[in-house]
């Protein structure tokens, strides 16, 4: 069975620090890895995905993610977070061939002026 | 392009009580799905439908069912509502395995 963690509820940094939001998957054979964000009683916006090819994706609203398939590891980062950043992310993961798509838990993300 | 339509937008129930929720989108997407949003929970994935005619378990369908009308809409019953499932209710969807998903701006369902 597919599944996602994402091992931290929440996370803190300050305006101007690099952000990192952690998520590793299982899945059987090669994945399809997403990240969306949810602002508060709204619906999900895809941020970025990673179907094959370099391992660095670049998204949205400056957002990039590194794919590691060693680690099972697709972690989001922003190299320099903004206060409007503070939201809820989440990791997503589909196998190939497969139409089911898993999501993790969330990690919320706040970012403090 | 209204993407994915979802209707109510909220709904209160009482134990016993069934409903349907409605999930249309206009984008042309093989692929629709029905999640169920709880704190610390994530979204776990109720049911989906790869494609027109067909229709997939996911991790908690206990309790619901699912109509895949058409390749536009893609309904969710509940035949007798516990408060168990109150939830807030994402329906989405996707043109591929590789596509990215879209998402309706949720249903907010309180069973009392």
């Known amino acids: 069975a597919q599944s996602v963690a994402q091992p931290e509820d929440q996370v803190n940094v300050a305006e101007g620090n690099p952000l990192t939001v952690k998520c590793t998957y299982s899945?059987?054979?090669?994945?399809?890895l997403f990240w969306y964000v949810q602002y508060p009683n709204r619906g999900l916006q895809f941020l970025l995905k990673y179907i094959t090819g370099d391992n660095l994706v670049k998204g949205s609203y400056g957002f990039e993610a590194e794919f590691n398939k060693s680690q099972t590891s697709f972690h989001l980062k922003k190299p320099s977070a903004l206060v409007s950043d503070s939201a809820l992310y989440f990791c997503a993961v589909r196998g190939f061939n497969d139409y089911k798509l898993s999501f993790g838990a969330g990690t919320t993300v706040t970012v403090r002026a | 392009n209204a993407g994915v339509t979802q209707t109510p937008k909220f709904q209160v129930l009482k134990t016993g009580q069934s409903m349907t929720l409605q999930c249309a989108q206009d984008m042309n997407h093989n692929s629709m799905y029905w999640y169920r949003q709880d704190p610390g929970m994530g979204l776990r994935l109720i049911y989906y439908s790869a494609s027109e005619g067909t229709t997939d378990k996911g991790e908690v369908p206990n309790g619901y069912n699912v109509s895949r009308l058409n390749k536009r809409e893609f309904s969710l019953r509940l035949e007798s509502a516990a408060p168990s499932q109150t939830s807030v209710y994402f329906c989405a969807s996707s043109t591929s395995t590789g596509g990215e998903a879209f998402f309706g701006q949720g249903t907010r369902l309180t069973v009392v």
């Open positions: 899945v059987s054979g090669n994945p399809y």
